[in-house]
């Protein structure tokens, strides 16, 4: 027997007050986000499948200000900014054809296309392979308020996936390093994830994460301080304040 599998998007706008009113996210988050992504923080969106993060990363790149171009790199199309507002640039992965010719990747889109097309941001759709270490060339070399999805089971993990991948673009790179380009360039981490409510499965955010450098951790692991955490005993969110006070001088300068 044959299974085949369909992604439909819907190529719409999307209001956050949606989200928050499907207890997806909490309405206090709203404008935290709003001006985390105007003061072009880097953003990674990590969780399962189905969680949601395509439908967040839409709501969170049509935050951007208007005027700010923007390059989109995608496996398949499925944000779809491009058609809902000007100034997003689509790109995407090609397959090889029978000849086994023209393949094109998402390292191609970052070294060949995106970069020479002098964007202010950069969104891919998912990150999952090479071009994870194009992704942090990016974020720690101009592109500020660059964005991305990301499976891991948590914003911890999150990182040490992104470390994997970017990794697998060179074998001879220090994991040390790696580790020091994630704790400058990513900025935080919005982890989403289901949960069993009685018989409902349900969508939220589990867990928001700030991520900064920590010279004092001689493997140069990043550090992740979880400023909201999801409590499933009574459908709410914990709120840490104290997470936001080692915020590096760049988070507060942006």
Request: proline letters at 6%; charged letters at 25%.
């Amino acid at each position: 027997a044959s299974l085949a599998s369909l992604l439909i998007f819907p190529r719409r706008l999307l209001r956050p007050d949606v989200l928050a009113r499907a207890r997806t996210l909490p309405f206090a988050l709203m404008p935290l986000l709003d001006a985390a992504v105007r003061a072009r923080l880097n953003i990674i969106l990590s969780g399962p499948t189905g969680t949601g993060k395509t439908t967040l990363a839409r709501v969170l790149a049509l935050m951007i200000p208007e005027g700010e171009r923007t390059c989109v790199l995608e496996t398949e199309t499925e944000l779809w900014l491009h058609e809902l507002r000007r100034g997003f640039i689509s790109l995407e992965e090609r397959d090889a054809n029978v000849e086994g010719a023209g393949r094109i990747t998402l390292q191609d889109l970052f070294q060949r296309g995106a970069l020479r097309q002098r964007p202010r941001r950069i969104i891919v759709g998912e990150v999952r392979g090479k071009e994870a270490m194009d992704m942090l060339h990016a974020m720690t070399s101009g592109h500020d308020g660059s964005l991305t999805t990301l499976h891991a089971s948590g914003p911890r993990m999150a990182l040490s996936r992104l470390e994997v991948l970017a990794m697998s673009a060179d074998a001879n790179l220090a994991p040390q390093v790696v580790r020091q380009m994630i704790g400058s360039g990513v900025d935080l981490v919005v982890h989403l994830s289901t949960f069993h409510r009685g018989e409902d499965e349900v969508r939220r955010l589990a867990s928001l994460a700030f991520v900064a450098e920590n010279p004092e951790d001689s493997l140069g692991s990043p550090m992740v301080s979880e400023a909201a955490v999801y409590r499933i005993t009574d459908d709410s969110w914990e709120w840490r304040p104290d997470a936001l006070g080692p915020r590096p001088e760049e988070i507060w300068r942006k």
